[in-house]
């Protein structure tokens, strides 16, 4: 199993879905990860609607260990641990961690190898005071107007920004350890949600820069290509199809008996094509309209084109790629319930990786990882018995 991380110990201190995304993506890479929680656990873990996988998702493959972080004697345990960490991750409004005594200066003082990770709403700037939430961050920030049809704005339909916020974080976080190999030192190191919006719709403002014109949302952007919308077969099941080279639209009049379309000079090349959108569409979606789905389906992959059937996220328990490629991961849910959720979506020499740590019960590692920070059972039992740790 790949583990390239093994060697490196975090901290993490986080709730909600950015943070965690951070531990979860380096715990999954074989880094050891210690959630610290409040003593009766994250709150997230009790979450219920749209966020009641949140916990289930990003919590994988990390140790449990519950602390008052207010108590004296819960601050110097958390202490200690930092002082044989690697990483620290905290994704709390800007403030909280330094009032509670874990702020960067303070832990970079005890561990001047530490790579201090904050996960944010905002960088350093005019709006850093604000409180943010992925769905903050994607109004602000122009992906929702560019989601949703002409004045509907409308976040996306996962928390993408977290996640890619979560995702930036371990990329700062492992040029910080690079950089540390060189140095010595470690550094404090932030990723943000606006900013994470802002990199991802600068396509779009890039658009603009270069034609003048703004980008359209995407229900009504004028696409680059004739052929790429979403269809229906006979019995109504619907997928998307895209025709995006010369060389596809040939193998796709081929497959699909288009043959006046293959002799129509005019529609030989994309421009052409797109011109002819108003004539091509409407015969396409007859055609498609005329075979069953699998059938539909079978001849889309023969002629090599994109296509997508349009799934809804409880599919993929299901999905033959995800099943036969090591893309769902085994573990169980808070009630115990087994599931498979998806692994981190890279590979090794061809080898992915893997759970090693199902998904914690509240403070379940706290003895364990105590005693390895040398606290003795004495220690230990003193602490729970002091309400310190649970």
């Known amino acids: 199993m790949p583990a390239p991380l093994q060697h490196i110990r975090?901290?993490?201190?986080?709730?909600?879905?950015?943070?965690?995304?951070?531990?979860v993506i380096l715990g999954d890479l074989g880094a050891d990860i210690i959630k610290i929680e409040p003593i009766g656990g994250d709150k997230t873990r009790k979450l219920r609607g749209s966020g009641a996988?949140?916990?289930?998702?990003?919590?994988?493959?990390?140790?449990?260990?519950?602390?008052d972080l207010k108590h004296p004697e819960g601050r110097a345990v958390v202490e200690r641990l930092v002082r044989s960490a690697d990483v620290l991750i905290e994704n709390f409004r800007e403030g909280t961690m330094t009032r509670l005594g874990f702020g960067y200066d303070a832990m970079s003082a005890l561990n001047e190898k530490l790579i201090y990770c904050s996960a944010r709403g905002f960088l350093a700037g005019p709006y850093d005071h604000r409180t943010a939430l992925d769905e903050v961050a994607q109004m602000m920030g122009g992906l929702a107007y560019m989601t949703g049809p002409p004045g509907r704005p409308l976040r996306a339909?996962?928390?993408?920004?977290?996640v890619a916020g979560g995702?930036?974080?371990?990329?700062?976080?492992?040029?910080?350890?690079e950089e540390r190999h060189r140095t010595g030192r470690g550094k404090h190191v932030s990723s943000a949600l606006y900013e994470s919006t802002a990199f991802f719709v600068g396509q779009h403002m890039a658009q603009y820069a270069v034609t003048g014109s703004p980008a359209q949302p995407m229900p009504v952007r004028i696409s680059a290509w004739a052929v790429y919308d979403i269809f229906e077969a006979a019995n109504g099941e619907?997928?998307?199809?895209?025709?995006?080279?010369?060389?596809?639209?040939r193998k796709f009049c081929e497959q699909f008996e288009l043959d006046a379309f293959a002799a129509t000079e005019a529609y030989a090349t994309n421009t052409g094509r797109v011109e002819a959108r108003d004539t091509i569409l409407p015969a396409v979606r007859d055609v498609f309209a005329s075979l069953a789905y699998d059938d539909l389906l079978a001849r889309l992959e023969r002629?090599?084109?994109?296509?997508a059937p349009i799934a809804k996220p409880e599919d993929l328990f299901d999905d033959a790629h995800l099943n036969g490629s090591e893309g769902l991961i085994p573990l169980h849910v808070p009630d115990g319930d087994a599931t498979k959720l998806p692994a981190l979506p890279i590979s090794f020499d061809g080898e992915r990786c893997s759970q090693q740590r199902d998904?914690?019960?509240?403070?379940?590692?706290?003895?364990?990882v105590l005693s390895e920070a040398d606290f003795s059972e004495a220690d230990i039992a003193r602490l729970r018995d002091a309400g310190v740790i649970g």
């Open 167 to 177: 995702m930036f974080g371990v990329i700062a976080i492992q040029a910080a350890l």
């Open 10 to 23: 975090v901290i993490e201190f986080s709730h909600m879905v950015m943070g965690p995304s951070i531990g």
């Open 359 to 368: 998904l914690p019960a509240v403070g379940a590692d706290t003895d364990s």
């Open 303 to 307: 002629c090599g084109l994109p296509f």
């Open 157 to 162: 339909g996962a928390s993408v920004i977290d």
């Open 238 to 249: 619907k997928v998307f199809v895209g025709v995006v080279s010369d060389t596809q639209w």
């Open 53 to 67: 996988g949140y916990f289930a998702m990003y919590n994988r493959n990390k140790r449990s260990v519950t602390v």
